[in-house]
């Protein structure tokens, strides 16, 4: 009982710091808006009939009923009942273009993180395992010159050969994995334990499971929590590039359309998101 | 072995940066100068490179832009550097409460992938900036959306910082925080500052060359790295002009010395 209520105390302190880094992004994404270029006017400033006086009064008016505070609150109340708002540029409910595009995203990053761990991680265990200079070398020159083109390049290419674009996602996450997955699997490939049980004459498989995932679960979650918010970076250029319909191309064509309840909605949804992971990392290391 | 390949990455780097300093001397041509009798042109000995759509001289462009993208990732990774040593500052020597806040703007500026926040600053500026002003809206905005990692790093060592006898032994002895910070904490965090500055150039190259990519980097006519990489939108243009992968293998042969150097992978795990 006292164990649970520890959990809970543990998990609430979690929670009350997400709850405020949510709410702090979306006062941001709400001051966006309403300090815009374009949201102080009003349909009034084109009509030829009304005089100075009552303009710079409906102004006023405007100004008073969209202050910051009073506009984010509204804001949040709606977004409360799911409505992030109309994009101005799509005509079309923010939260159901978000729905729709963000399984498109969602399989992309899913795949492309799968790629990149499978090809990272096999990498980082030929270089710690084999215990050979030469395979060493090799996986360093492979990763260093992943590392040296750009994920967006990487994209063009898989698009142009018809390759699916997760695996060009999958090679840019691919450096990243491998440099913690190096440090993780070296550092048990050096423990007294470990040593031990090599010596006793374990399977590889029985030693991977027994030995490294149980007692690098805690960073192996942070590796996989860091590498989720790279790809869904990795995301943006290669779907606006590759003409992908997700997640991605949509903040472009918000960003370039200036659609601001659109890129308000997407960076409430992306803080979530990339918080929850982090938050999730944070629990699995304590 | 290792010292052989360390050193060519130096020459490397050494012959790049002169270039890129020397522009003008280096480069047959101007970069915005158009040679509108011959666009497109193949390589030639006036055009080493050919000439793009407009008539100018791709090998000029080359180097110019080289001087841009090399030039100016160091200075976006400066003021990062300055920007996350000036806010951890002031965590570490104000109240708690602004060490408290600087810390969840900090956690508040991870919690948002700095390609997401970089195209939100750039979608409220003009998108008709001049080049220049271009230039200092790519690289100024990369330099201060990119100072929470190192923040994050300053801030977690200044705490650590805080809570030794050295530094209660020099508070207690009445040394103002402004000399306590430049006289025992600047020296161990001054390492850390040139390791996060040097970690943060190859990543705003890389940056930079993205946005170019997607076409919110530099301004035409200006070059940059990333608008070169444009044209690489274009596969059936590649394989008639292999030339046209010029910037790419620039771009990847200086990352790659870069990571010679230093050790960034370590860094970016």
Redesign the interface.
């Known amino acids: 009982m006292r164990r649970l209520g520890q959990s809970g105390t543990r998990l609430l302190s979690s929670l009350i710091p997400l709850a405020l880094i949510v709410l702090a992004g979306g006062f941001l994404a709400a001051a966006l808006v309403r300090y815009s270029p374009g949201f102080d006017s009003i349909p009034e400033d084109l009509d030829p009939n009304i005089s100075p006086a009552t303009l710079r009064a409906l102004h006023e008016k405007h100004n008073r009923e969209n202050s910051l505070p009073r506009f984010y609150a509204h804001y949040l109340g709606r977004a409360a009942h799911g409505d992030l708002g109309i994009s101005e540029n799509l005509k079309t409910p923010v939260s159901e273009l978000l729905r729709e595009r963000a399984p498109v995203t969602a399989k992309l990053i899913a795949m492309g993180t799968a790629g990149g761990w499978i090809l990272g991680g096999l990498l980082a265990w030929m270089a710690v395992w084999t215990r050979r200079t030469a395979i060493e070398a090799a996986a360093f020159s492979i990763t260093g010159l992943l590392l040296a083109i750009p994920p967006a390049v990487l994209a063009l290419a898989f698009f142009f050969y018809e390759a699916p674009l997760s695996f060009a996602l999958s090679l840019a996450l691919a450096p990243r994995v491998f440099g913690t997955m190096r440090a993780i699997l070296g550092e048990c490939y050096h423990s007294p334990a470990l040593l031990a049980a090599r010596s006793r004459g374990l399977p590889p498989a029985s030693l991977a499971a027994t030995y490294i995932l149980r007692s690098a679960a805690p960073q192996l979650t942070a590796l996989m929590g860091m590498t989720l918010v790279i790809a869904f970076g990795s995301a943006i250029p290669i779907e606006t590039l590759c003409d992908v319909h997700g997640f991605g191309s949509l903040v472009m064509q918000a960003a370039l359309a200036r659609d601001m309840p659109l890129l308000c909605g997407m960076t409430l949804v992306i803080t979530l998101f990339i918080t929850l992971v982090h938050t999730a990392g944070d629990l699995a290391q304590r | 072995m290792k010292r052989a390949i360390h050193t060519a990455a130096v020459v490397f780097l050494s012959l790049v940066v002169l270039c890129a300093l020397f522009a003008p001397a280096v480069a047959p041509h101007s970069y915005d100068r158009q040679f509108r009798e011959s666009p497109n042109a193949a390589s030639s000995r006036e055009f080493p490179m050919g000439t793009d759509d407009l008539g100018r001289d791709r090998l000029s462009r080359l180097v110019y832009a080289t001087r841009v993208s090399i030039l100016l990732a160091p200075a976006a990774a400066l003021v990062s550097v300055l920007v996350a040593l000036v806010m951890c500052a002031l965590s570490g020597a104000r109240s708690p409460v602004a060490d408290a806040a600087i810390g969840?703007f900090t956690?508040?500026s991870?919690?948002?992938?700095?390609?997401?926040l970089f195209?939100?600053l750039?979608?409220?500026l003009p998108?008709n900036t001049r080049p220049g002003t271009s230039i200092l809206l790519t690289f100024g905005l990369m330099g201060i959306a990119g100072w929470a990692w190192p923040a994050r790093i300053f801030r977690a060592t200044i705490r650590q910082m805080l809570e030794s006898g050295w530094l209660l032994a020099a508070r207690a002895s009445g040394i103002p925080p402004a000399r306590i910070l430049l006289v025992h904490v600047w020296p161990h965090l001054r390492d850390i500052a040139i390791a996060q500055f040097r970690v943060l150039i190859p990543t705003y190259i890389?940056s930079e060359?993205?946005l170019g990519?997607?076409g919110?980097g530099v301004a035409e006519p200006l070059p940059s790295w990333g608008n070169l990489?444009t044209e690489?939108?274009h596969?059936g243009r590649v394989q008639e002009n292999p030339w046209l992968l010029a910037p790419?293998v620039l771009?990847?042969?200086v990352?790659?010395a870069l990571?010679t150097l230093q050790p960034?992978?370590?860094v970016?795990?």
């Open positions: 969840g956690t508040l991870l919690s948002l992938p700095w390609i997401f195209i939100i750039r979608a409220l998108l890389l060359a993205s990519l997607l919110l990489l690489l939108q596969p790419l771009l990847m042969l990352m790659i990571e960034v992978r370590e970016a795990s």
